[in-house]
Structure formats: C-alpha cells, structure tokens
C-alpha cells in the first residue's frame, strides 16, 4: 500500500520529512517573531531543532545500510511534499499564533499517520521497529502542539470578515 519495503527506503523519506519539518518551523518561528510572540518563536525553534537532530540521528543510522537514492519527485507520498512539510498555500503573511499552531498540528498529525500506517501496512520487522519509532516522536509532536494550541482558544483570534463589502457607516 505504501510503496515502502526496507528500512532503508523508510529512513530515506523519514529524513526529507525531518528536513522539510525543520524549515517549515523556522518560518513558524519568523511568524511568531513578526507578531512578537516570543512564547511561540522559541517553541517553533525548539521544534525547529528537535526536527533538525532527528535529520541529523537518522542520517546517522542510514550509515552502512541500503538508502536507495530518491528523487524528489519518487517519494512515496502524494503531492510534491512530505507529509509533515506545512501546506505552504496555508500559509499567509502574519497568520496568526493559533493560525500557526494548527498549521503545525496538521503537519504533525499526517507525519504521525504516515509512519503509522506504515507500521500497520508492513511485514517488515526492521520497517516494523523504524516506523513504531518514529510514529511515537511524531506522536509527543502532535501532543506539544495541542497542548500549546489550548493556550490560544478560537476566541481570542482577531476577528475578519474580509468577505463582507464594507458598509457605508452613512
Ligand atoms: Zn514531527
């Protein structure tokens, strides 16, 4: 189902995942910082990092095993990204924090629903271990991410209705 057969093939695509995560966080960060939120700028650095060590442990791993070359365009995911880069059509200039979380939360959400359907799809044991792994840090991302989230309830957005005309105040 996913295409995916060897472990070295899910690392391949768990570190361009950890790489697009890493540079969709730093942009989160920029965001944050343009609002002057810098509760949420650190949080988006520290996920920054924690997306970045994760590329850099897997690269590690990959050492000495079979890690097919892929080209970009022959991941085993739809679309041109991984599954958790951000949507970049989302994103807009100065969205706002919670607008910025649930971009994030997203982006968790289909990391962790990428390795675990994985882990449920594969008869690979190596597969099997790799994808519980990842499925799990992508799992406490998920929670971090929530758990900020309820920090910055829907009505504290500022409120636009850009849809409407604008009324004549006559
Ligand atoms: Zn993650």
Redesign the pocket.
């Known amino acids: 189902m996913t295409g995916i057969e060897t472990a070295g093939e899910l690392l391949a695509h768990a570190y361009q995942m950890e790489l697009e995560?890493e540079e969709r966080y730093t942009y989160l960060a920029q965001q944050m910082e343009l609002h002057n939120n810098a509760d949420l700028a650190k949080l988006f650095r520290d996920?920054a990092r924690v997306?970045g060590v994760h590329a850099g442990d897997i690269l590690e791993q990959m050492k000495g095993m079979a890690v097919p070359e892929i080209a970009l365009l022959d991941y085993k995911w739809s679309g041109n990204e991984s599954p958790?880069a951000l949507d970049m059509g989302d994103m807009h200039y100065l969205m706002t924090p919670r607008q910025a979380l649930l971009l994030a939360l997203k982006a968790?959400q289909n990391?962790f629903d990428f390795f675990n359907h994985l882990l449920r799809a594969t008869s690979d044991n190596e597969v099997k271990r790799f994808a519980a792994e990842f499925a799990e840090?992508?799992q406490e991302?998920v929670e971090l991410v929530q758990n900020e989230l309820e920090k910055y309830p829907e009505s504290d957005e500022p409120i636009r209705d850009d849809m409407d005309p604008p009324v004549s105040q006559g």
Request: aromatic residues 0%; charged residues 55%.
């Open positions: 995560a996920l997306e958790e968790e990391a840090e992508e991302h």
